[in-house]
């Protein structure tokens, strides 16, 4: 078994380990949860105390010139690009996940129509991110579309047919943490004459993404999680460049126009990716997330995303053993793929009977201790099937193997001494 001394070495040997250096940790917390909300990096304060100071209360509105507001998002969409296999200048950072895949379902939609018109079927995961789904449903509605459910990723291959209009997938899934296989899946909706939209939510700066080299049409990913951007953060959109003039997307505002300073009465679509762009851009977060991007570029002298995914790897590895080490016979099983190359960059957990319900409590016991992690309810109908999870992300810019170790042992004691069933702990709140 793995000792807290290996746990040492691993971490004195760690080439990633002076990127740490960029967060303000709060001391005693080890945070699993940069999936959900990445920390806070050290440079964002100062830089959005300078935007307010100087740029917002000295400069004023000349800041839009003078401080390069107006380039902020294509410029961080350049850097993000890096990240994600995409080119300069084809993607920008706005508004939200939700509304970004707003924009690039109905330009899928619409250019799968235009060129097949009987293909009315959009397929996704049930297992997706609901907010994916509801935007989905929705745009059916308006295109006279279906929004077809698959239950497990082996479904997916008999849905590549000629109905098929929009495949729709996260490439790795929020629950599960399970990642596709982008470049194969790709492939084979390309060979059915679909469209393959990839939401990069739990993948921009937690795996390697080469959009191009999958030859992917679009992409959306979220500014808050791996990216560190802060509460609330922009999200990106990116459109293949075959893609991108095709069509307005639907949100025409004035931010996308070709000549906004003309302030026309008529709508002209920017050329290229600026048209994704809706109205003015929020700058004190869209700041704070080029603090958060820059954090994850800090690692390209060090290996960059290769390198952060095999560290990825590695801490995943580590919590996977230990936990079914330490804590297997007291109910803790894998609910995350066991083959790496299938998984992200977190673990899932669920409890065997009679703990099967005991999930919310364990997470929050783990919370009191320091070890943020989270929880995502199953359903209660199929337990069995869809089980309560405990859910931890490991950020390899500011996780140690050493965390790791502590980590599971917290997760040993809580199980343990039934500390979760003290009844502060079953209380919930409004975000879990
Ligand atoms: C986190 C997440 C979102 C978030 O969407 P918002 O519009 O930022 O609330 C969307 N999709 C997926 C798959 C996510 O994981």
């Known amino acids: 078994m793995t ?149 497990s990723v082996d479904e997916i291959a008999g849905t590549l047919n000629a109905d098929l209009a929009v495949l729709m997938i996260t490439e790795v899934n929020y629950r599960t943490g399970y990642k596709h296989d982008m470049k194969a899946l790709t492939a084979a909706a390309h060979a059915a004459g679909a469209l393959v939209i990839w939401d990069l939510a739990h993948s921009a700066g937690a795996v390697p993404v080469d959009l191009k080299g999958a030859d992917a049409d679009f992409a959306v990913g979220c500014g808050y999680k791996y990216l560190n951007g802060g509460p609330g953060a922009p999200a990106f959109v990116w459109a293949h460049p075959r893609h991108a003039d095709r069509f307005w997307q639907p949100l025409s505002g004035w931010l996308g126009h070709a000549a906004p300073f003309q302030f026309t009465p008529d709508y002209q679509p920017a050329p290229g990716i600026k048209r994704y762009i809706c109205g003015t851009p929020a700058m004190l977060s869209t700041a704070a997330l080029e603090c958060g991007v820059d954090t994850v570029l800090a690692a390209e002298g060090l290996g960059g995303m290769a390198a952060l995914r095999k560290k990825s790897i590695a801490l995943t590895e580590l919590f996977i053993e230990l936990a079914e080490e330490r804590c297997g016979a007291l109910g803790v099983r894998l609910a995350s793929p066991r083959n790496p190359e299938r998984r992200g960059s977190q673990v899932c957990l669920s409890l065997a009977a009679p703990l099967q319900h005991a999930g919310y409590a364990v997470i929050q016991a783990l919370i009191a201790r320091g070890v943020i992690g989270d929880f995502r309810a199953g359903d209660p109908a199929r337990l069995d099937e869809v089980p309560h999870i405990l859910r931890f992300g490991f950020t390899p810019l500011y996780i140690g193997f050493a965390d790791v170790y502590a980590a599971v042992e917290h997760l040993y004691q809580v199980l343990k001494t039934e500390e979760w069933q003290r009844p502060e702990f079953a209380r919930q709140g409004a975000v879990t």
Not at 12 to 35: A, H, S, T
Not at 40 to 58: C, H, S
Not at 133 to 150: C, D, F, K, N, P
């Open 3 to 151: 000792t807290l001394q290996d746990c040492d070495v691993l971490d004195q040997e760690d080439p990633l380990r002076e990127l740490r250096q960029q967060f303000d940790l709060p001391p005693g917390v080890i945070y699993l949860d940069g999936n959900s909300l990445g920390v806070l990096p050290r440079a964002t304060l100062g830089r959005v105390q300078e935007v307010i100071q100087r740029e917002w209360g000295q400069d004023l509105i000349k800041s839009w010139n003078t401080a390069g507001w107006m380039e902020l998002p294509g410029k961080i969409g350049d850097k993000i690009a890096r990240l994600v296999g995409a080119g300069p200048g084809e993607l920008v950072v706005a508004d939200s996940t939700s509304l970004n895949l707003y924009k690039v379902l109905s330009a899928a939609l619409r250019i799968a129509q235009a060129d097949a018109p009987a293909r009315k079927v959009i397929v996704s995961e049930r297992s997706n991110f609901p907010t994916d789904l509801y935007i989905a449903e929705s745009l059916a509605r308006q295109h006279g579309a279906r929004l077809h459910l698959v239950d």
